[in-house]
């Protein structure tokens, strides 16, 4: 599948929905904040001109199916997946979107390192607090609505990134989106995608700096299952990307 990733405060309804009528088969929201913690941490980190942390948790979940509307009312004929970013301290922030029907995956951001939202105990500290990552997976575990996925980064200090995707694979998730960030490198780890794809039977979600065919076709050969991106949207046209010209 192609996927837009979450851009928070930009992958909305209004940003997201041309990306149907561009070869895009799942859609990223969000992240959203869904607890006091995260959104105070958002208030922090948008002190650089970080808006996009800005959500309020209150009513989530109608402010969700909102923007599912602006997307399925723009184009009626897409039949991709939406996938909703959230960003949380424990695991009953988690339970949010647990009625929704509007979405079809809920990922747990495990992933954000914005150093107020890492301090606030979410994002990639949950990579760190692996008994933390177990309770709100065990929570979402029991959601019916919408199948899980995990947004880990690779490359953490002091993370083992193959034990942390053991872990996660122990629960019923469905979904393993890895921003294989390579640091102090422009391009994706993409020998770390080799290790997880060959190591995890979840949906593997390959990430970062794709920005050409090229990109796409050199992390697709890491065995990953799908691709995606999210700064290269920002310009409002993936089809470069995703389409063989
Ligand atoms: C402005 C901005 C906001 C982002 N917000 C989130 C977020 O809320 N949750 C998340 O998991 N990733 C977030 N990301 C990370 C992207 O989804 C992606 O993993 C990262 O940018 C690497 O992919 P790229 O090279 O295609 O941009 C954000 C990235 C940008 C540039």
Known sequence: MNVLSAMAGITDGEFCKKFTKQNVDMITLGGYNTDMESFKAGLENSVDNRREFLTCPHHLSVEVSEQVELIKEYNPSWN?????????????????????????????????????????????ALLQNTDLLSEILEEVSQHSNYDLCVKIRANVDNVDTLKIIELIESYNVKYLHVDATN????????????KITSSTNMHVIGNNSVTCHEDYLKMKNTGVDSVSVARAAMDGDVTHIFNEN
């Open 80 to 124: 991709g997946l939406i996938n909703v970013n959230l960003r949380g301290t424990k695991p009953d922030s988690f339970k949010l979107l647990k009625d929704n029907k509007d979405i079809d995956i809920l990922e747990i951001n495990a992933h954000c390192r914005q150093t107020a939202t890492v301090n606030a105990g979410a994002g990639q």
């Open 183 to 194: 640091p102090g490198v422009m391009e994706a780890d993409y020998d770390i995608l080799n």
